[in-house]
């Protein structure tokens, strides 16, 4: 069973940079796409980015383009979303999830396995 284990969320202020980690078990992580989303309450879970299953590939949502980074690196089986210029709106729950059906995906339903979420906070 594969098993995502994320870590790096917290608090910060705006302006600031901030990076999550998510690290797989009990899998090829050559042969699995990545991808990251962000929930606000009582909202649907929102893309935010995604990575190929070799890593030459992403996409990213709109409202973080030009600020957030994806990669993964497959010797260390983890992958990790850079975010910088954090603002009060980027403030949600931050989930990665993980396929090896897909060579990139940007839907939440095209991932099978999901790691536990990460709460970011950005004041103002």
């Known amino acids: 069973q594969v098993q995502l284990v994320q870590s790096g969320g917290g608090l910060v202020q705006a302006g600031m940079s901030l990076r999550l980690s998510c690290a797989a078990s009990g899998r090829t992580f050559s042969n699995y796409a990545v991808g990251w989303f962000r929930q606000y309450p009582g909202k649907e879970r929102e893309f935010v980015a995604a990575?190929?299953?070799?890593?030459?590939?992403?996409e990213y949502g709109d409202s973080v383009k030009g600020r957030f980074v994806i990669s993964k690196d497959n010797d260390k089986n983890t992958a990790y979303l850079q975010m910088n210029n954090l603002q009060p709106e980027d403030t949600a729950v931050y989930y990665c999830?993980?396929?090896?059906?897909?060579?990139?995906?940007?839907?939440?339903?095209?991932?099978?396995?999901w790691g536990q979420g990460t709460q970011v906070t950005v004041s103002s």
């Open positions: 999830a993980g396929t090896s059906q897909f060579s990139l995906a940007t839907r939440q339903f095209s991932y099978d396995d």
């Open positions: 990575i190929s299953r070799s890593g030459t590939w992403t």
